[in-house]
């Protein structure tokens, strides 16, 4: 099992970008798909974007096509969540997740959790 830690979170203007991090151990981080999910006070958590472990595949959830980019580096264990064009909307606890397999992180189940960062988006 693959511990994850996220940093990168905080108060931004509405427009502005941030990068989100995700550093993982315990595990080989090229064997795990990974993914980011955000939730938002009284909200279902909601997938935002993956990877698979080439990067071949990066689907997005409809409401940040375009704004967001998910990239990873294998070196250095670590997978990013780019954000620009930042809207209120976007304001949510950001989650990192793994998994070996990229559906299991789509349907919420994957082997690890992060514990989240906070992105504030004001308008």
């Known amino acids: 099992q693959v511990t994850l830690v996220e940093s990168g979170g905080g108060l931004v203007q509405a427009g502005g970008s941030l990068r989100l991090s995700c550093v993982a151990s315990?595990?080989?981080?090229?064997?795990?798909?990974m993914g980011w999910f955000r939730q938002a006070p009284g909200k279902e958590r909601e997938f935002v974007a993956g990877?698979?472990?080439?990067?071949?595949?990066?689907p997005y959830a409809d409401s940040v096509k375009s704004r967001f980019t998910i990239s990873r580096d294998n070196a250095k264990s670590t997978v990013y969540l780019q954000m620009n064009s930042l809207k209120p909307e976007d304001t949510a606890v950001y989650y990192c997740?793994?998994?070996?397999?990229?559906?299991?992180?789509?349907?919420?189940?994957?082997?690890?959790w992060g514990q989240g960062t906070q992105v504030s988006v004001a308008s």
């Open positions: 990877i698979i472990r080439r990067g071949g595949s990066t």
């Open positions: 997740a793994a998994d070996r397999v990229l559906h299991n992180i789509r349907v919420r189940a994957p082997e690890s």
């Open positions: 315990g595990g080989t981080f090229s064997r795990y798909a």
